[in-house]
């Protein structure tokens, strides 16, 4: 006998796809998992395995908790004494312990001496950015501070081993009494955030070699770290500063939050505008050299920018194509069917195409100190592919989500969040037309930055037509100087393609090369995704992008 329907039972719940469920985000991820063993950081694959199965599983929870509860501001306590603290919730400072225990902030310095350990510590960190970016914050700026602050060794000395641990320790303490420590960075003022030169921030020395500085930061993230490398102008011009934030005699430096940003996305993170009331410093590098002893740790989170926005866009094919597998409409998958197959494999081909650009240049980074080539590729390669793949983030998230349909538009599809976080990296670290124009830079400047870029594109020579074309095209596009800088968005897209076809080409995945190279080189592609040419090899990109 059937069992009669309760009347207040509308009806059941049919065709939504299962819960994603706890996955391993780097063995689930063949494009990741060669292009790290391609760039030399294959070695590490089981720190990678064991920190991908945190990320796609208990990260991915903590994530969504960190972002639904941001970060407050504890200007004052109860009767008026400034606090200057901020209270994050338990699941921010759950993500940041599993993080620093995975060595998302230190690997590539506990391993210098091994090649490919920065390729390494760019998974590590792409893995973690998929499931929380605003942690990413933090940890990336605590990994990049390590080669400026080695322009001071005594401060190093004292530094680099709580930098270094993989203990997090929130408690605000004086360095040395912590287990753990993470670092921030202070250059953006009011008047001027991509022209540091406007800085107003005064330093002035003081008799035991210390500085004292006033002035304000307009964009001051991570307020929370135990230090931050800061410019300001001292006798001899813009330089670079250590400032803790708990001086050695147990007090509070004179570090004053305003207020804490309300922003686009980043939500989990405080971002803030702070005071320097004559705050304490040390100085970093020499005096007037601050923009160049800052830039090596600029160099660092910049490519920390592409990372982030691979790991969104990958995290965002993921969403999608899990769901796609699952969605049933007019009498098929969504896998199945023809238009959506041409967007999902066009995601696919991009994401791939992002991360496989983003570990060879962590591979240049890596190689850097042993290789002069490496090195100008690393110089150039960053700035170039830091401006292409943060600018392709934004809409192929919001395509992800279309894939999605209505769901993507809701909090708990996770699709808003990436959404939000999207248009992020191309905007800090020097946004996009600051890109276009370091690369402008390095090639009038160091010749061996384009030496090493075409060297780069020639390795790929006569693999591809298109890409022949492409690499003659490009021979031409710097020399007329004149107009170079009208022109050079063009000319940086253009390059970033080639170079990630090159990459592509050599890797030896034949379908996905060719795929790349017809649709981005070769004109068989529209300016929206899913607009692959008939033939492309959909099926088999889907494939590899995700079993589900
Ligand atoms: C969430 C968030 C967190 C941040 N955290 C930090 C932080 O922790 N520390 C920190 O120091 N900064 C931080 N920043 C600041 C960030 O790095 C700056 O906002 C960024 O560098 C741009 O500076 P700006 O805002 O002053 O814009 P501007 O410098 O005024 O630039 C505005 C626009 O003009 C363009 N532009 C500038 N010069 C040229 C030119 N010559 N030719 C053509 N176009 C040009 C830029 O590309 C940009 O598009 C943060 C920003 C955000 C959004």
Redesign the pocket.
Known sequence: MTKPVPSFVTHEVSNQPPLIGHYNAWTGDAALREAVAREGGGWAQRELADFGAVAGGELMDLGYTANQNPPKLRAFDRYGHRLDEVEFHPAWHRVMELGMRHGVHAFAWRHQDTPGAHVARAALSYLHAQAEAGTS?PLT?THSAVPALRHAPVLAARWLPKIQSLDYDPRVLPVDRKRGCTM???????Q????VRANTTRATRQADGGYRLVGH??????PMCDAWLVLAQAQDGLSCFLMPKILDDGTRNAIHIQRL?D?L??RS?A?SEVEFLDAFGWRVGDEGRGVATILEMVALTRLDCMIGSSALMRQACVQALHHAQHRRVFGKRLVEQPLMRNVLADLALESEAAVALTMRVARAVDASARDAGEAALARIATAIGKYWICKRCPPLVNEAQECLGGLGYVEESNLPRLYRQAP?NS????????QC?DVLRSVSREPRTHEAVTAELLAARGLDADLDREIHWLGEAFDDRDTL?LRSRRVVERTALALQASILLRAGNAEVAQAFCRSRLGGEHGLAFGTLPADAPMNALIARAFSG
Do not use: Q, V
């Open positions: 914050c700026m921030g960075m202070g250059m953006t003022e009011k001027g955030g991509s022209d930061k307009w964009f001051f993230s991570a940003k922003k996305g980043d993170n971002s992020l905007i800090w670290e020097g946004s996009g037309n600051i124009l800088e």
